[in-house]
């Protein structure tokens, strides 16, 4: 769904994506608007589904998931099926922080954390080749991560 951003949606988008506990108040100071439309801004940006959720970033290493990794999977067999299961089993495991369907030389990249390394063999081979379906997978291990923001640019 496509929805046309004026120069104030942009300047509340970015405000909320640097401080998503701002409040109305603050928001509508920041923008130059009262508070009933900078409300009715709000509203109609998450209506429209621009605006798709609000939540906590949280340290993994505070919460024992400090080692992440990219899980790369191949499927056997390409049809709708064998996708569905896949997602749907991959969307049910704790452990699994994104799933994306990618077009080239795999069939999904999970970006996957765990407490360690042993925690992350058992999610590979207790959960992740338990899936059928399955051809290959191969891991990534991230070092350190200098960039990782999670903000849309506008």
């Keep these: 769904m496509s929805y046309d951003l004026d120069d104030i949606d942009r ?4 405000l909320l994506q640097a401080d998503g ?15 009933t439309p900078m409300l009715q ?6 209506q429209k589904g621009v605006i ?23 499927l056997k067999e390409h049809n709708s099926a064998n996708h569905e299961r896949f997602v749907r089993a991959v969307g049910e495991m704790d452990e699994v922080l994104e799933v994306h369907h990618m077009a080239g030389e795999v069939d999904f990249i999970l970006k996957v954390a765990v407490k360690d390394i042993a925690a992350y063999e058992r999610f590979l081979l207790d959960q992740l080749n338990r899936i059928p ?15 990782d923001e999670g903000i849309t640019p506008l």
Excluded: H, W
């Design 11 to 14: 300047k509340i988008l970015r």
């Design 21 to 35: 506990r701002m409040t109305n108040a603050a928001l509508a100071e920041a923008v130059g608007l009262t508070p």
């Design 41 to 46: 801004r709000m509203r109609k940006l998450e």
């Design 52 to 74: 798709a959720g609000y939540r906590a970033v949280l340290d993994p290493t505070a919460c024992e998931r400090a080692t992440q990794a990219f899980a790369l999977v191949e």
């Design 133 to 147: 379906g399955i051809a290959r997978t191969n891991s990534i291990f991230v070092l350190s991560s200098s960039k």
